[in-house]
């Protein structure tokens, strides 16, 4: 199986080898962007797209933001919904085409990217950030996580994105402030990310070497950390 190949919404429904647990499931906000609420870089209406099972949208919420949650999977967001639900949270969850944001136009001031860039094609990403152009107001702030080329062999990654196509694509239209390398928090211990590379990939595990991780042993992966303002 090619990453690039997978049916996310088989993913959040467990119908693939991976199972239910995947590897941006952390059951909690992701740690990088409970560091950039803390420097108070989310206001205004906040989309977090390519949401999941919403957890930093839930997140968010809790600190008293208004956040839209949108994913391509309606598995996802049926979990996302609950997941808030269980919270007491008041979170608007619905699923749209990233590529498309039909019905938002002119309505974010922050959005989150949480590691949905690098889930698509070239050309995607550029109808993604066209898209991203329209749904928010002059000025909102973009902030987004993309696995980087530092990304360990084997890793299942859909796409490796470099400094380059950022700079290129995203600054079509946004003036980027922050472009610099950083960690992802994954769910999975360096053995349980090695035993879904090889329920998935079909390839062997070894070539991914020695992982980083954090203190509670979560595999830590290279990302690009992004901050731009819309032009």
Known sequence: MDVQDVDFEELYQGATPMGRKMPWDLGAPQPSVVALADAGEFTGDVLDIGCGLGDN?????????????????????????????????????AVADATKLEGYEGRFDTVLDSALYHCLDEEQRRQYVAALTRATRPGATLHLFAFSPEVPDAFPAPYLISEANLRETVGKDWAIETLEPTLYTTSMTPEE??????????????????????EDGRVLVPVWRLKATRR
């Open 57 to 93: 949208s839930a997140f968010l919420a809790s600190r008293g933001l208004h956040v839209t949650g949108l994913d391509g999977a309606p598995s996802a967001i049926e979990q996302a919904r609950a997941r808030a639900a269980e919270k007491g949270l008041d979170i608007e969850f």
């Open 193 to 214: 990310l090695r035993q879904s590379v090889r329920a998935i990939l079909d390839q062997d595990p070894a070539q991914m070497g020695r992982l980083d991780t954090d």
